[in-house]
């Protein structure tokens, strides 16, 4: 499976970007898809998470009431909706599929197939 994100970019605060990650390639459907994001000198953090259906979705805290995860299963993929774009949003995001657990919401340790990121810029 490869998985390419896109859609980054430089943005003023309180401004909106949207993500975008396609999945190709051989996926052993249905699965859940993520979104996780890292920043200079910082570890990974998990943003958000969105199941098969669309029916469960989660979101960390400091994202949550500002960022939205939907996805087009037809097109193969997730998106993620950022909106009142702040300057610590700024990271290099990454999409990666769920490969192992069941419980919801998922734990970044249930991840993996890993994309390129996208860098995503927020000025002040």
């Known amino acids: 499976v490869q998985l390419q994100a896109s859609g980054g970019g430089l943005v003023q605060a309180g401004g909106s970007l949207r993500l975008s990650c396609a999945a190709s390639g051989r996926t052993s459907s249905p699965y859940s898809m993520g979104w996780f994001r890292q920043a200079p000198g910082k570890e990974r953090e998990f943003v958000s998470a969105i199941n098969w259906t669309g029916g469960m979705t989660y979101y960390a805290d400091p994202v949550k009431g500002r960022f939205i995860i939907s996805r087009d299963n037809a097109k193969n993929t997730v998106y993620l909706q950022m909106n009142s774009l702040k300057p610590e949003d700024t990271a290099v995001y990454y999409c990666?599929?769920?490969?192992?657990?069941?419980?919801?919401?998922?734990?970044?340790?249930?991840?993996?197939?890993w994309g390129q990121g996208t860098q995503v810029t927020v000025s002040s």
């Open positions: 990666a599929i769920r490969s192992s657990g069941w419980r919801w919401p998922p734990g970044s340790a249930d991840f993996g197939s």
